[in-house]
Each structure stands twice: as structure tokens, then as C-alpha cells.
């Protein structure tokens, strides 16, 4: 009797010990599990020694193999050239697999980003309306920068703001919104913020702003920032505050470009952000980077609106003006006469170029008497005028 059970452990613990994997020996657990095992277990069937977890491994790879049409498809959605023929692959059939549905309304969206009638066409159209059922049937298995994408395009889509479809969508949102990247957080606030407002969505855009409040500081570029400050700063005086924080950390890798946005986005609030204000005129001052016209008029529009007065940047504005007078329209020098008359400030080189027959107004006298009119009824009485800074 004793022979036979010092026979059995034996083959117990050989088995045991052909089980266990590569690397450091088994511990009590695997030698337990393999004694609970039935003793008749046979030694020489090969299927029955499978470890449970391979099987499983096995399972979840078949499980997430690519349907094999899936890269045909994705190809014939991103070269699509019009609404037709993205529309004929719903009946070409070809089932639509992992969010490939969504894929073809983002590609719709872009289609008729310009096309306000087609776009009203479009809805109406009956294999649309089964294009928006299949992805509400699919919500659940698409990816999260593609459904961040989804949303943006539904709203531009101009869907109707009761559509079960585009509700279905934002509640999805709503349930990912903490598992979301903060690239994909700063993307809804830069692309569909004005959106939420206009349609009444005013639970997600809530969210959104908290978990924005909650995780500015992931901000890592520039580009992000002044977005966010552009977009969604004038939404929530938490958030405001905080990016103007992060502006002042990186403010040393912005170029002219973003330096201008993050002024004009304070001069459209009316934020007279002193900290960050200086920082940015120091780098104007210190960085010998180029600045185009635009750039240069936005910034004296910024400081004249917030009445922040640096000579020196000043200074620079007006020599960097002044090779680019005889490009300027009637209304580009009111407005930047205007700029610097609020900031009462004054540059003779400047205004000496501004005082020139070519701004004179239609049916004006002749050249020598616009000289003596000066450039003030000209300048000021441009019906050009204009105070809005395109983002």
C-alpha cells in the first residue's frame, strides 16, 4: 500500500514539474493545482496537459484577429471622393466591422465640410439614417480618438439635436470622459465646445470643463495650451486661471504665432493678466524671430485693447510695421492707428509713411492737399474698419 502511494506522488510530482514554465521553479500553488487534478488523469494524452492559461492566450487572439476584409474596407473609406461613394459600400456587401461605420461618417463630415445643402440632403437620405443605426449598434466597440472624432462630426453634420443617434453618441462620451487621453479631453473642447453650447448639451460640456479643471496640468505643448485657451478658457474661470499658470511655464517655447493667439485670446476676454503680459513682451523683445503683418497688427490690436504699455515692444512693432506699410489696406491702417492711439503712443516714422496719397479716401482732392489734410480723417473714417481676430 505504501509502494503504490509513494508510486503515485511520484508521477504526481514528474508531472508537475513537465507542466511548469521555463524560468523559476513552481511554487505550492501549481504543485496544489496539479494534486487536485483526478488521479486518472492519462499520462499520454497530450490535449489534457494544456495549460489553461495558453488555451485563453489562444482565445483572445482569435478573438481580436482582424476581420480579413476590414483593411480592404478601411482603404476604400479614406480614398473616397464624394458622398456616392462612400454611401454604395453599405450595399456593396461588405460588412462594416470595428467602428468602421463611424470611420465613414468622419470621412462624410470632411466630404461636405463646405457643402451646407448637401449636408441637409445627406440626413434625409435613407442609407444615411441606416449608416447612423449601425453605429449606434457599434458605439460601445469604438475607439476612443475615433470617437471623440464621431462627435465632432455628427455636431458639423448639423444632425438634428434630438437624433437618438448623435444623444447616443454623447452619452458614450460622457461615460468614457475620465478613461479619455487629455489630447482627446483638449480636442472635444477645441473642436465641439462651441457646438455643445449652440445645441443645448450643456451636461457633457459641464463635464468636459471639470475633468479639463482636473488635469491641466498634462498640458505638454504650446499648441495644446493656446488652444485651450482660446476655445474654452472663456468657459470656466477655474480653468482660465490655471492655463494662464501653465502659459507662464511655457511661455519660453512659444513662437510668434502662438505668442499672438494667447494675446488675442486675452485681449477677447478683457484679461489683464499683468505676470503673464510682461513675460510675453520680454520674449517679443529678447527673441529676434520674425513677425509677419498679421502677427504685427494682432499684437498692437491685443495691447491697445488691454492697454498694457511696453516701449520697447512698441518700438519693435512700429520698425517691423514699416517695411510693410505699402502692402497695408485702408482698413489695415485705421486699425492699426487706432491700436496705438489707445496706447497713446506715437512713432513719427510710422505715421509719416501712414500719411500717404494711397490712404486717402475716394474722390479725395489731390496729392499735396491729402499731404496737408494729415493721416487722421482718412485713417479714422476707413470704412474698412475692422475688430475681429480670426482664430
Known amino acids: 500500500m505504501a509502494a503504490r502511494l509513494v508510486k503515485r506522488c511520484a508521477c504526481l510530482l514528474s508531472e508537475a514539474a513537465r507542466l511548469a514554465p521555463a524560468g523559476p521553479p513552481a511554487g505550492r500553488l501549481s504543485l496544489a493545482r496539479v494534486a487536485r487534478k483526478p488521479l486518472t488523469s492519462s499520462a499520454t494524452s497530450p490535449s489534457s496537459h494544456v495549460p489553461a492559461s495558453s488555451s485563453q492566450h489562444l482565445e483572445k487572439e482569435q478573438a481580436t484577429t482582424p476581420y480579413p476584409g476590414r483593411q480592404e474596407v478601411d482603404e476604400l473609406i479614406r480614398k473616397a471622393t464624394g458622398p456616392e461613394e462612400l454611401l454604395e459600400l453599405l450595399g456593396g456587401g461588405r460588412g462594416l466591422q470595428q467602428g468602421q461605420a463611424a470611420l465613414m461618417v468622419i470621412r462624410l463630415s470632411r466630404l461636405l465640410s463646405e457643402k451646407p445643402e448637401d449636408k441637409a440632403l445627406l440626413v434625409q437620405d435613407a442609407r444615411f439614417q441606416q449608416l447612423l443605426q449601425l453605429v449606434n449598434s457599434q458605439i460601445t466597440t469604438v475607439w476612443h480618438g475615433t470617437l471623440v472624432k464621431l462627435l465632432r462630426s455628427l455636431y458639423t453634420l448639423a444632425l438634428p439635436a ?89 511661455v519660453e517655447q512659444f513662437g510668434p504665432e502662438e505668442l499672438q493667439r494667447v494675446l488675442v485670446a486675452l485681449a477677447a476676454q478683457n484679461r489683464r493678466s499683468l505676470p503673464l503680459l510682461r513675460a510675453i513682451s520680454y520674449h517679443l523683445v529678447q527673441k529676434p524671430f520674425p513677425l509677419n503683418k498679421g502677427v504685427l497688427l494682432d499684437l498692437a490690436y491685443a495691447y491697445g485693447k488691454l492697454g498694457f504699455h511696453q516701449t520697447q515692444v512698441f518700438q519693435r512693432l512700429a520698425t517691423d510695421l514699416l517695411p510693410h506699410v505699402p502692402s497695408l489696406t485702408s482698413g489695415e491702417v485705421a486699425r492699426c492707428a487706432k491700436s496705438f492711439a489707445l496706447l497713446k503712443w506715437l512713432n513719427l516714422p510710422l505715421f509719416e509713411a501712414f500719411d500717404l496719397p494711397a490712404w486717402t479716401e475716394p474722390g479725395a482732392a489731390g496729392g499735396n492737399e491729402d499731404r496737408r489734410a494729415g493721416p487722421g480723417p482718412a485713417v479714422l473714417h476707413a470704412p474698412a474698419l475692422s475688430w475681429e481676430i480670426n482664430l
Do not use: I
Open 162 to 250: 434630438t437624433s437618438k443617434e448623435l444623444l447616443s453618441v454623447e452619452q458614450e462620451v460622457r461615460w468614457r470622459l475620465r478613461r479619455l487621453k487629455f489630447k482627446h479631453l483638449a480636442f472635444l473642447a477645441e473642436s465641439s465646445a462651441a457646438y455643445m453650447q449652440e445645441r443645448g448639451s450643456r451636461e457633457l460640456l459641464a463635464e468636459l470643463l471639470l475633468n479639463l479643471e482636473r488635469r491641466w496640468v498634462e498640458v505638454e505643448d504650446g499648441r495644446t495650451l493656446v488652444a485651450l485657451l482660446a476655445k474654452a478658457g472663456s468657459l470656466s474661470e477655474p480653468l482660465m486661471n490655471h492655463l494662464e499658470d501653465k502659459c507662464l511655464d511655457l
